[in-house]
């Protein structure tokens, strides 16, 4: 295929025909397919069906320290849960706070502590005349609601394959106090599956901030979630706490995760990691929050995954159903759109999705017309905060959920709606 | 036994040698006894475990809508857990939000809402000068700590047998916008066990509020635990739903209940029931905290509870394992302090606690004494905001964790601490 910038326009006009045609033809087969949130398929939710058997009328409910899991008490988890979410988390058990089914709300709570109580001795932000916040973009469209329900001015930050350009960043922290912190998801990022290099989270914790009490939320929601079970086909990422301690800034990291990915969503098992300053002061404003979060639920996980040491052979049988589906969705946009030369993406060794830019002014239509031929892809802009992306190009690919035939018939779709909207778009048609 | 009043110094001195000798021995015994917290027994826990071989890896995961409980998704609950939860809070089950695995998270969250954004357009009560709350004392101590923890001034109602003293919540609530709402435990309340009549409900629910924003909390903790299973052995309650309804007030209440005490405590379901108009609210400000709540334990409890039909039979099984516990309190209060004349309690019938009033100034004493002879009590001035019992009087008593024999000795040591610090007073040894 030549590129679309170098044919003319009759050839223009009859590529956009056969096109349209082709559409037209799509539209018709009345298909019924989702690509819009990065939600395991059934496949993968059948591998921690086992998890289920572990507690039953006759297992042993009590944990290592003689905890009756069926009653009340332990705010923090227990200590097998801890081990297995410090597996996860990167960080040490007596550093880990186990919480409830999911990290989304220990990550909009964290924020709320932070508005209703300040940190570490600081005003509360709430009563600040403004908080403002770093999101690198393209991000995670959860992330920024969290921002926008609680006031606080989101301020887009662009990424590269390295993690978000540190040279921005530091630009902004270093004299305006108002900027508190910046979201970050450093492994397989949400949606480029770009990987934090190790100087960039260097920089994070080093840099100068006008805050005092600036935060990183750390967010590592694809830690183990990687393609291959080699560890040369899977990226890895350095320690934000070592590297906030090694600089000076103990308290600058709140790290959160959960097992939603790993067995099921929803009924996982979520956590923080955080300094011995932080995870005193969080357990102190939780205390009026919670008694204790589930413990049946949390000892049948650290059983299951072995309290960690199951972790990566359990990952690997993911990895095994979600390699083909990444492998097809960038074989199909490679041979759909690779001549043309209108589109980009990425191509990630894990995480849940592919960050696919299109020519500028098109991502709105191309969702939309893929919707219109039963393809529903992630909303276009909500990889922006405020659901808006200026150049209206970033769309998220999320392959998780359809079977692969399914998603082969998507991705047909959906190379097939970026060719008709930039060819209308060259067209003015 | 005479009354204390009526006894002689050499005779109220005959006694205390007789008491504290019978203490020191106790003392010498080296016991290890609880009854701090409403835990509920071993026993008590056993009657669920058949719930934990409801879902196994063999089992139909799907929810009645379709819904797959193992993946993402459902902000406010599958259908058949809305049943059971509105069996539960005595509403419809559109009327439901199923939440986590605490009511007192559910309570928390429901508050801190209420001060970040106010509710149906009131302002934020965090930018308020001020927010008070009422308090029926003796109360829930968790209660106070979420008012204190959000500095929320709390001001103490007194509660007879029919629940807050309403003139005196009337006349608060009338002229002070600042008091914004009350803390409500309408059933079997913690800890007196008294059940708020009609009249009170109906007085709640009409009252005319200087605050438009005024919200009752209605904490229906206890709302089928009952001793017995026979209707006419057990106390019931208006709903507060249809009070505020007909009295034209239909947004002042917010209910909360949880399975903790039929289920699991920790590893239950909570949810709440609400108007309409403010369910809207709830799920808007919810949808940036949550994806979803635990579908799978949503679905355990729902089939295990029978969506609400299996409740009576269950919690009459736990009924018949608290009534004795509960009737051996109250002989044994009869039996040792009867004559004294020093103390008064309640004989609730159902919940989890007696509310005990000794000798005003000897509570915190009772419960020293108490401690030192190795059975830990509800610390002294826990049932009053701020942890003060200005009279220093009241106690919690907790029966339901220790086992009978236990319980007996428990019993043994309090009366006894209670006779010796009235008889310390009396003398003022």
């Not at 095994?320 to 030369?341: D, I, N």
């Not at 769309?395 to 991705?411: C, K, W």
Request: charged share 25%.
């Amino acid at each position: 295929m030549p590129r679309y910038a170098d044919m003319s326009k009759a050839e223009l006009e009859a590529e956009l025909a056969q096109v349209r045609a082709r559409y037209d033809e799509m539209v018709a087969r009345r298909l019924s397919l989702n690509m819009a949130r990065g939600k395991p398929s059934a496949a993968q939710l059948e591998l921690s069906l086992p998890m289920l058997d572990i507690l039953d009328a006759a297992a042993d409910l009590t944990a290592e320290d003689g905890t009756d899991c069926r009653n009340y008490g332990v705010l923090d988890g227990i200590p097998e849960a801890k081990r297995l979410m410090a597996t996860l988390l990167d960080d040490e058990p007596e550093n880990v706070i186990v919480l409830g089914n999911a990290s989304l709300t220990a990550m909009y709570d964290a924020m709320v502590r932070l508005m209703l109580f300040g940190t570490q001795g600081s005003t509360p932000w709430a009563q600040l005349p403004e908080v403002k916040w770093l999101c690198p973009v393209p991000g995670y469209d959860r992330h920024f609601t969290i921002c926008e329900a609680l006031g606080i001015q989101m301020i887009p930050v662009p990424m590269d394959e390295n993690g978000p350009i540190m040279d921005e960043v530091e630009r902004l922290v270093a004299n305006d106090a108002a900027v508190k912190g910046i979201w970050c998801v450093p492994k397989y990022s949400n949606p480029t599956g770009a990987t934090y290099s190790d100087e960039v989270v260097r920089r994070l914790a080093a840099m100068e901030c006008a805050a005092p009490d600036f935060r990183i939320f750390w967010d590592n929601a694809y830690a183990v979630h990687h393609f291959s079970d080699d560890p040369a086909e899977q990226d890895a990422v350095l320690d934000i706490a070592v590297a906030c301690r090694d600089a000076g800034n103990p308290d600058r990291y709140l790290k959160f995760g959960s097992t939603s990915k790993i067995t099921f969503p929803g009924a996982g098992v979520a956590a923080a990691a955080a300094s011995p300053a932080n995870v005193a002061e969080i357990k102190r404003h939780m205390n009026a929050q919670a008694i204790g979060h589930d413990k049946l639920n949390q000892l049948r996980h650290a059983r299951f995954l072995n309290e960690g040491a199951g972790l990566a052979e359990h990952m690997a049988r993911h990895g095994a159903l979600m390699e083909p589906k990444f492998r097809l969705v960038t074989e199909r946009l490679e041979a759909e759109l690779g001549g043309a030369g209108i589109a980009t993406w990425t191509n990630p060794r894990g995480g849940y999705f592919v960050s696919f830019e299109g020519p500028a002014g098109t991502a709105r239509r191309i969702v939309d017309l893929a919707r219109t031929a039963g393809v529903v892809m992630t909303g276009a802009g909500a990889t922006w905060p405020y659901g808006d992306d200026p150049a209206d190009s970033n769309i998220r690919i999320a392959p998780s959920l359809p079977p692969l035939e399914e998603l082969d018939e998507a991705m047909d779709v959906f190379t097939c709606c970026v060719k008709l909207a930039a060819l209308e778009q060259l067209l003015g048609a």
